[in-house]
């Protein structure tokens, strides 16, 4: 029962993004979780189809990473990156620039969340530019409907409209151009690319799991060599085998300058997030003697670089992203087949394990954002958590789900759908593929 339904003000905790109607309420209180599925306090286990917020890549509960965490936490407690190094944090850093790519990274700067990371960045390159003699460049670029965080710089930096204007967020030296569209850049740089000092992009856009194309990454790394910007890959979600490789931007025909790693970098175990800078950005830094002025309490301790390092050997050990490859071809035969043949669904947008599917309704229009969280209910009663996304549903498997997993998710998300049809669109009734199709759509027959 929630506080609204008990005629009673919500407990202690204030949850993030709940609304206060169903703040209280045991059903989505969590208790435990291992492997892909979460308990939860009315003793519902669900199996888990977002990886927790996009992060626990390898499942819940590695008995390696909490181990490697519990020994740090033993030995060293609290040390800290604020005017000290620490033996854990260089460990970390090396090994961050290894799986980066030691030929084009060189240093690796530690911060608590994605967010927080993206304000490090817009701090980063218009430092680095006044190192060059270039104050003027103060411009930060970003893409519309992207997502870099809640802090107030990276609110502002973040191109979904999430009220903005409402908190007071200062976007003054912000701008936003389209996804995906090579002329919106390139008129903002014939008009102000001397005063740009970075153009962040995710290579997925979140929200709606939109990859950049390949013409607009040659646009972007065009640009930059016209320009003078640094290009910045938020790989907050895309990091760490989301999509295939273990950066997104390991595919791009040139590296980004700035790379921002978070929610897969742990496991999902530690409040962590890294910026990894090229050797061109972390050079001018050192043969300048200039200090960046940023620093936060708990970036780079002891435990959360145990487990980042934990995470890195864990991936490599269980070959997980050959593990996310074979499944994100599985997630390639369903989803095609469920926009061939469902009536209900438009298509689906991502690429590896990052994944949405957009919903319509019977006439044909895009599943209005007002009626999703009423289908993500329905695929929860059917016993998986999704999250919404663009006028649909997102699908964030961890990379090492099996198929009989993958199989059981699809099922639930057919079975939460066909209800939710039931009851948005009253007499409607269509031929549509039910969870006794699921292994067809998968291409493994019955």
Same mark, same amino acid.
């Given at each position: 029962?929630?506080?609204?339904?008990?005629?009673?003000?919500?407990?202690?905790?204030?949850?993030?993004?709940?609304?206060?109607?169903?703040?209280?309420?045991?059903?989505?209180?969590?208790?435990?979780?291992?492997?892909?599925?979460?308990?939860?306090?009315?003793?519902?286990?669900? %199996?888990?189809?977002?990886?927790?917020?996009?992060?626990?890549?390898?499942?819940?509960?590695?008995?390696?990473?909490? !181990?490697?965490?519990?020994?740090?936490?033993? +030995?060293?407690?609290? %040390?800290?990156? #604020?005017?000290?190094? &620490?033996?854990?944090?260089?460990? +970390?850093?090396?090994?961050?620039?290894?799986?980066?790519?030691? @030929?084009?990274?060189?240093?690796?700067?530690?911060?608590?969340?994605?967010?927080?990371?993206?304000?490090?960045?817009?701090?980063?390159?218009?430092?680095?530019?006044?190192?060059?003699?270039?104050?003027?460049? &103060?411009?930060?670029? *970003?893409?519309?409907?992207?997502?870099?965080?809640?802090?107030?710089?990276? #609110?502002?930096?973040?191109?979904?409209?999430?009220?903005?204007?409402?908190?007071?967020? @200062?976007?003054?030296?912000?701008?936003?151009?389209?996804?995906? @569209?090579?002329?919106?850049?390139?008129?903002?740089?014939?008009?102000?690319?001397?005063?740009?000092?970075?153009?962040?992009?995710?290579?997925?856009? *979140?929200?709606?799991?939109?990859?950049?194309?390949? /013409?607009?990454?040659?646009?972007?790394?065009?640009?930059?060599?016209?320009? *003078?910007?640094?290009? $910045?890959?938020?790989?907050?979600?895309?990091?760490?085998?989301?999509?295939?490789? #273990?950066?997104?931007?390991?595919?791009?025909?040139?590296?980004?300058?700035?790379?921002?790693?978070?929610?897969?970098?742990?496991?999902?175990?530690?409040?962590?997030?890294?910026?990894?800078?090229?050797?061109?950005?972390?050079?001018?830094?050192?043969?300048?003697?200039? $200090?960046?002025?940023?620093?936060?309490?708990?970036? *780079?301790?002891?435990?959360?670089?145990?487990?980042?390092? !934990?995470?890195?050997?864990?991936?490599?050990?269980?070959?997980?992203?050959?593990?996310?490859?074979?499944?994100?071809?599985?997630?390639?035969?369903?989803?095609?087949?469920?926009?061939?043949?469902?009536?209900?669904?438009?298509?689906?947008?991502?690429?590896?394990?990052?994944?949405?599917?957009?919903?319509?309704?019977?006439?044909?229009?895009?599943?209005?954002?007002?009626?999703?969280?009423?289908?993500?209910?329905?695929?929860? !009663?059917?016993?998986?958590?999704?999250?919404?996304?663009? &006028?649909?549903?997102?699908?964030?498997?961890?990379?090492?789900?099996?198929?009989?997993?993958?199989?059981?998710?699809?099922?639930? $998300?057919?079975?939460?759908?066909? +209800?939710? +049809?039931?009851?948005?669109?009253?007499?409607?009734?269509? /031929? !549509?593929?039910?969870?006794?199709?699921?292994?067809?759509?998968?291409?493994?027959?019955?």
């Amino acid at each position: 029962m929630n506080a609204h339904d008990a005629g009673r003000r919500p407990g202690p905790l204030w949850p993030s993004l709940l609304p206060p109607e169903s703040q209280g309420d045991d059903s989505l209180c969590a208790v435990s979780a291992h492997g892909v599925r979460v308990r939860f306090a009315d003793g519902r286990e669900l %199996l888990c189809g977002s990886s927790g917020l996009w992060n626990t890549n390898l499942g819940y509960g590695n008995p390696a990473i909490a !181990a490697a965490t519990a020994e740090a936490l033993l +030995a060293a407690s609290y %040390l800290g990156v #604020f005017r000290y190094e &620490n033996r854990y944090a260089r460990l +970390a850093a090396a090994e961050l620039v290894r799986v980066c790519g030691a @030929d084009h990274y060189a240093r690796v700067l530690f911060s608590t969340s994605g967010g927080a990371a993206n304000d490090l960045v817009m701090k980063l390159a218009r430092h680095y530019h006044a190192l060059r003699g270039e104050p003027r460049r &103060n411009l930060v670029v *970003g893409l519309r409907d992207s997502y870099h965080g809640l802090t107030y710089g990276s #609110f502002g930096l973040t191109g979904e409209p999430l009220g903005q204007q409402l908190y007071g967020v @200062d976007q003054r030296l912000v701008r936003h151009v389209g996804v995906n @569209d090579p002329a919106d850049i390139s008129t903002l740089m014939e008009r102000q690319g001397d005063r740009v000092a970075a153009v962040v992009v995710e290579p997925v856009i *979140g929200s709606g799991a939109v990859p950049l194309t390949a /013409e607009y990454i040659d646009t972007l790394l065009r640009l930059r060599e016209q320009y *003078g910007f640094l290009l $910045v890959a938020d790989e907050v979600a895309t990091g760490f085998g989301r999509t295939g490789p #273990f950066f997104a931007s390991q595919e791009w025909p040139a590296h980004p300058d700035l790379l921002v790693a978070s929610k897969g970098l742990t496991n999902g175990t530690a409040a962590a997030a890294a910026v990894v800078a090229s050797h061109r950005v972390a050079d001018t830094f050192t043969q300048t003697g200039a $200090v960046l002025m940023h620093g936060e309490t708990q970036a *780079g301790t002891p435990a959360t670089c145990a487990a980042i390092v !934990a995470t890195i050997a864990e991936m490599q050990r269980l070959d997980a992203l050959a593990l996310g490859r074979r499944l994100s071809a599985l997630l390639d035969t369903a989803l095609a087949r469920l926009a061939q043949d469902h009536p209900l669904v438009s298509g689906s947008t991502g690429a590896g394990c990052f994944r949405s599917l957009r919903i319509r309704t019977p006439e044909g229009t895009p599943l209005p954002q007002s009626e999703v969280s009423a289908l993500v209910s329905r695929i929860r !009663a059917a016993g998986a958590i999704v999250h919404p996304g663009v &006028n649909g549903i997102q699908l964030i498997p961890a990379l090492t789900y099996s198929p009989a997993e993958l199989t059981e998710l699809l099922d639930c $998300v057919l079975t939460g759908l066909a +209800a939710f +049809a039931e009851t948005a669109y009253p007499g409607w009734a269509a /031929e !549509a593929p039910r969870s006794s199709t699921v292994p067809q759509l998968l291409g493994t027959g019955s």
